[in-house]
């Protein structure tokens, strides 16, 4: 039986003799999975494909075959999608830093409003949700505002940084990077060499020896600051403090180098402590009209101006009227705290963190904001000792959602406070589709809230993760 035929009847039998780990197969590829993979059928069960675009018909080598879906690598292309175009990068297809660098922009943001649309419908259970079209960016490359890159070396001594390969931990070594800040380019490829002639011990995370883990750079895309970071396993790097300020004469743009440690066998790329060596510990940013400093480990949008895109999308639907009480749950520095506080008469920062909570008051007074206070805390802990009613709650949890600290009943606290003191609107802003789908069921489906509308916005360019915001109003 033939692979066309195959393909063409979609029958159980079809694929049987096919449904093997090392087979060829011939497919069309349909869909693209929210992990950023091509999507497949042979015989009604799913292929994943990594490097691949929908309307592709592609040869697909079977790696991992399950009873239901498999996964698959290229082999080759034998028709290629009207939506394939070349990368901009030359290790496009080998670097796991980008995966969508062959599809043509217009197909992403499909992509990517059809991946909130579905996880609304599966996960959360909300039929025909309204999904405003993807914010889409001006420029899809040099957008990132910070890299932070393993470093390791090679099998001929040389020092390389750069990302790891798809599904591996083999670096693929980078001087250049067409995702990032084109300011940031110098470095990359000049530090490398300089911790060469140093000498400095690179880390063997098999062994756990040697010093320097991650290279991290981080740029103000309106101020130009530029921070360079080492992530070390120990403080002790000799001669650190002549090379910091060697590099703060060679580059005029960078303000600070720091040391971060990190002692533990772990895939975690910062430690608990950072210690400025040269220069100043942050960089200063500006960011919708007002100043922030931003440190090396800060949490801050890699995409400055989809952030503030967003941002004036949500001002936008609230309309605020300026006698608002606004909580910015999950606040971090209070980057989106901060500019909300000036259209209404209180604002609330709730975050875990006291150094970003440190940050956050910080930027309240460099920016002269004085209806603003940040508390230290759990989301849960927090929310219900709040001696005044909010009439805007603003969610902006990690990846995975308000249930953050592991524990389901901790997420369910966040949520079900809400629907006790019921604000009269939640702007709920998300970077993985899957748990705000999850959240918002639980809110919409209480009968508390109802979901008006989800503004998608790519502030990743040429991968497959989408941040949105959706708006839900008290019944």
């Given at each position: 039986m033939s692979l066309t035929k195959s393909l063409n009847t979609g029958s159980s039998e079809a694929g049987e003799d096919l449904?093997?780990?090392?087979?060829?197969?011939e497919i069309i590829i349909s869909d693209l999975s929210d992990s950023?993979?091509?999507?497949?059928?042979?015989?009604?069960?799913?292929?994943?494909?990594?490097?691949?675009?929908?309307?592709?018909?592609?040869?697909?080598?079977?790696?991992?075959?399950?009873?239901?879906?498999?996964?698959?690598?290229?082999?080759?292309?034998?028709?290629a999608s009207s939506d394939r175009?070349?990368?901009?990068?030359?290790?496009?297809?080998?670097?796991?830093?980008?995966?969508?660098?062959?599809?043509?922009?217009?197909?992403?943001?499909?992509?990517?409003?059809?991946?909130?649309?579905?996880?609304?419908?599966?996960?959360?259970?909300?039929?025909?949700?309204?999904?405003?079209?993807?914010?889409?960016?001006?420029?899809?490359?040099?957008?990132?505002?910070?890299a932070t890159y393993p470093v390791k070396r090679s099998s001929t001594g040389q020092v390389?940084?750069?990302?790891?390969?798809?599904?591996?931990?083999?670096?693929?070594?980078?001087?250049?990077?067409?995702?990032?800040?084109?300011?940031?380019?110098p470095l990359l490829a000049e530090v490398k060499q300089d911790i060469q002639e140093r000498g400095w011990g690179i880390y063997d995370e098999k062994l756990h020896r040697g010093k320097i883990r991650h290279l991290g750079l981080r740029i103000g895309r309106r101020t130009g600051e530029i921070l360079l970071t080492l992530v070390v396993k120990d403080w002790n790097l000799a001669g650190i403090d002549a090379q910091a300020q060697e590099w703060l004469t060679r580059y005029p743009q960078l303000v600070g180098v720091s040391l971060n440690c990190n002692p533990d066998r772990t895939n975690a790329i910062f430690g608990t402590e950072t210690r400025c060596i040269a220069g100043q510990p942050y960089l200063l940013e500006e960011f919708a009209g007002l100043q922030f400093q931003v440190r090396p480990d800060t949490f801050f949008q890699v995409y400055t101006e989809q952030a503030e895109a967003l941002l004036q999308a949500i001002a936008d639907e609230l309309d605020l009227q300026g006698n608002e009480v606004l909580v910015d749950a999950y606040c971090g520095i209070g980057t989106l705290t901060l500019p909300l506080a000036q259209k209404v008469k209180q604002a609330i920062g709730l975050e875990m963190q006291p150094e970003a909570v440190e940050q956050a008051t910080l930027n309240a007074q460099l920016n002269n904001i004085t209806n603003?206070?940040?508390?230290?805390?759990?989301?849960?802990?927090?929310?219900?000792?709040?001696?005044?009613?909010?009439?805007?709650?603003?969610?902006?949890?990690?990846?995975?959602?308000?249930f953050s600290s592991g524990h389901p009943k901790d997420g369910r606290d966040v949520l079900e406070t809400l629907l006790e003191i019921q604000p009269s609107r939640i702007v709920y802003v998300s970077c993985k589709p899957a748990t705000l789908a999850r959240d918002l069921k639980l809110l919409c489906q209480s009968g508390g809230y109802k979901l008006t509308r989800v503004q998608p916005a790519d502030f990743f360019p040429q991968t497959s993760h989408v941040e949105c915001a959706a708006v839900l109003v008290c019944q």
């Open positions: 449904w093997q780990q090392g087979q060829l197969v950023g993979d091509g999507v497949g059928r042979l015989g009604g069960r799913v292929v994943f494909v990594p490097d691949t675009v929908p309307g592709d018909r592609v040869l697909v080598r079977l790696v991992r075959v399950k009873p239901q879906y498999a996964h698959g690598k290229l082999d080759e292309i034998l028709e175009i070349r990368p901009s990068c030359i290790v496009a297809d080998k670097c796991g830093g980008c995966q969508w660098q062959h599809i043509d922009y217009q197909h992403q943001l499909e992509a990517k409003r059809n991946q909130v649309i579905q996880a609304l419908e599966r996960i959360g259970g909300i039929a025909q949700p309204t999904v405003d079209p993807v914010l889409a960016v001006a420029d899809p490359l040099g957008y990132r505002n910070k390389q940084a750069g990302y790891y390969q798809k599904g591996s931990h083999h670096l693929i070594n980078l001087n250049q990077c067409p995702v990032q800040d084109s300011r940031l380019n603003v206070n940040f508390y230290t805390g759990t989301v849960e802990t927090l929310l219900p000792k709040l001696e005044v009613k909010p009439d805007i709650v603003l969610l902006d949890p990690p990846r995975q959602g308000c």
